[in-house]
Structure formats: structure tokens, C-alpha cells
């Protein structure tokens, strides 16, 4: 009988885990070589490519998925067994990892979430922020089960990773009661000059909202740009500043900033995606996500202006 090493199965999941041998051979309190010298052999015993190197950065074979999923189970059950020996309740919650993008609105994630940890089933959430690429460096290796984006995954990625349509809202324009009420007639020409927190140029939003001011002819004052949406709305609370936000969340955003709508438009919408490893999705809580998008956060959405998109898009 053929017996598995689990020292290097260890070895492998860390690295795996960390996304690369320097900071796996942190952890482990190892030197880098003989970290690497140990997946080899892991390698060769099993006969299979788990990880190949992309430029700077390790990578995941189709075969090393697999491992990692597997050691991922052992771990968690080895982690689960000490607990059960100690005497403490141990309950086999579903782990749902998620990677947010910076641009999509917290208030949006939360709705989108909120029934993975309230639910009769409730699963055991963790959350990355942080740029898409980064995320789904995460996500190919396998460290997350979903990001969650304001743009379908990029054509040119190595790896494959597909993009499922959660939905999409109009957008609508915000600020503290004082200056609604300056603003609020004449909408949207009574934008011209008003001071705007607008998201960071290089997002979808930004770009979208550009396109709009032209098409209208009229150019707020920029007062600041975000990378983090909620940031934004906080200092829009401050009530110095207009701001935009999906009008999917406009009485959650009205409530937690208190703040009132000025208008709304529907030729600024912004889309909101699952990206995941998998073209058809089996993770009940990555499943559970796309229901509740459909069914509650985007229910309302103007579906006469909707473009129709494909389920899955291949982002490799």
C-alpha cells in the first residue's frame, strides 16, 4: 500500500495557501530551499505538477487544485479532531471565502452576504479586500471561493476564471439634507460646479460617470476620489459634498449616512459580478449569493435599460 506523506502534503498547503515558498517557508520556519526540495519530492512521489511558476508568482496546476482542496479538508478536520479532544463544541460550519473589490459598495456586499451567516445553515465567512488583480491571484490558487466585482474578469488572465452576472442598478446622487436642498431642483443641471466625491478614475464607475457628465455637458468640482466606496459616503455625510451610489441600496444609504437622494439616472449603471474558478457553481454559499442578488439586492433594477450578458463569461 502506497502511504501519503503528510509532512510534504503540509508543505504543499501552506504554500498553496500563502501563494508562494518565500512566505510558506516564513511560516514553517523553514528554509526556502529545502521548503522547495520537499514539493518536489511531494511531487514526484505523486506523480503530478501541483504548482508551476507565472513570472514572479506560483501557481496552482489542475492537479494541485485538487491536492489543495483535499489538504484543505485534512487540516481542517486535524484543526477540528485537537478541539473535540479539548473538550470544545465543534460545529462543521461551511467556509465561504470571499474577496471584495474596493469599488463595490459595502451596503451591496452585506445585503449580498447577509444570508450565508443568518441563514438556518449559517456558514463560516471570511473576507478579503483589496484590488481584483490581487483577489484573483487568491482566487486562482484557490484561497478564496469567489470575488465579488464591479467588472467581469479581464480577457488576457492565464488562468481560468469566470464571471457570473449578479446584476446591475442605476445610479443615484446623494448629499446631506443643507445641500440637497440647493441642488435638488434643476437635477442633473444643478450639478454644474457642485462640489462631487466621485470613485477613483481607473474604476468601471468613474469611467461611466465621465461619459455621463459629457454627454449632459455639465463638470461638478471634484472634491476627492476613493478607492473605498464607504469611505466616500463618510465623508459625503460631512455634508460638504455631492456623491454618487447604486440606487439599489439608496434607503440603506439614506439611513446609515443620513443623507437624502437629489436624482437619479439611468444612463450610469454599474454591474456587479461573481468570479469564480468554476463555469457552473457548486458552492452553496457562492450559490446562495447569486439567488439572493437576483431575487432581493437587484429585484428592482429598470429592466428596460438592462443589456442582456451571459451567465458565465470565460475570463480565460
Known amino acids: 500500500m502506497e502511504w501519503l506523506n503528510y509532512h510534504h502534503l503540509f508543505y504543499f498547503w501552506t504554500v ?3 501563494g508562494g515558498v518565500s512566505k510558506a517557508a516564513e511560516v514553517l520556519r523553514l528554509a526556502q530551499p529545502t521548503v522547495s526540495a520537499q514539493i518536489k519530492q511531494f511531487e514526484r512521489a505523486l506523480g503530478q505538477d501541483l504548482l508551476e511558476r ?3 508568482r506560483v501557481v496552482l496546476t489542475e492537479a494541485g487544485r485538487i491536492v489543495f482542496h483535499y489538504a484543505d479538508d485534512i487540516f481542517t478536520l ?5 478541539e473535540t479532544l479539548k473538550g470544545r463544541p465543534t460545529g462543521r460550519a461551511v467556509k465561504l471565502r470571499v474577496g471584495v473589490a474596493n469599488a463595490v459598495p459595502k451596503l451591496i456586499v452585506y445585503r ?3 444570508p450565508a451567516i443568518e441563514g438556518s445553515e449559517a456558514m463560516q465567512l471570511t473576507c478579503h479586500e483589496g484590488q481584483p488583480d490581487q483577489l484573483l491571484v487568491l482566487l486562482a490558487t484557490h484561497a478564496l471561493d469567489v470575488v465579488i466585482s464591479d467588472a467581469p474578469a479581464p480577457s488576457h488572465l492565464h488562468v481560468k476564471v469566470f464571471s457570473h452576472l449578479l446584476g446591475e442598478s442605476s445610479t443615484t446622487f446623494f448629499a446631506a439634507p443643507a445641500l440637497a436642498r440647493k441642488v435638488r431642483q434643476g437635477f442633473p443641471r444643478s450639478l454644474q460646479d457642485v462640489p ?4 477613483t478614475p481607473a474604476t468601471v464607475f468613474r469611467h461611466a ?5 459629457d454627454a449632459i455637458q455639465i463638470h461638478p468640482k471634484i472634491g476627492g476620489e476613493f478607492e473605498d466606496s464607504a469611505l466616500m459616503k463618510a465623508f459625503g455625510e460631512a455634508g460638504t459634498a455631492v456623491f454618487p451610489a447604486p440606487t439599489a ?3 440603506e444609504v439614506c439611513r446609515h449616512y443620513g443623507v437624502v437622494a437629489i436624482g437619479r439616472t439611468d444612463e450610469v449603471r454599474e454591474r456587479y459580478y461573481a468570479l469564480s474558478a468554476e463555469r457552473r457553481v457548486t458552492h452553496p454559499g457562492v450559490a446562495a449569493l447569486s439567488q439572493t442578488a437576483r431575487a432581493d439586492v437587484f429585484a428592482l433594477r429598470t429592466r428596460a435599460r438592462r443589456t442582456p450578458a451571459p451567465p458565465a463569461q470565460r475570463g480565460a
Not at 486535524?78 to 485537537?82: A, C, D, I, K
Not at 462631487?196 to 470613485?199: A, E, K, S
Open 78 to 82: 486535524g484543526r477540528e479532531l485537537q
Open 249 to 251: 441600496i439608496a434607503p
Open 16 to 18: 498553496a495557501r500563502e
Open 112 to 114: 449580498l452576504l447577509r
Open 196 to 199: 462631487m466625491l466621485l470613485p
Open 209 to 213: 460617470l465621465e461619459q455621463w457628465f
Open 54 to 56: 507565472r513570472g514572479r
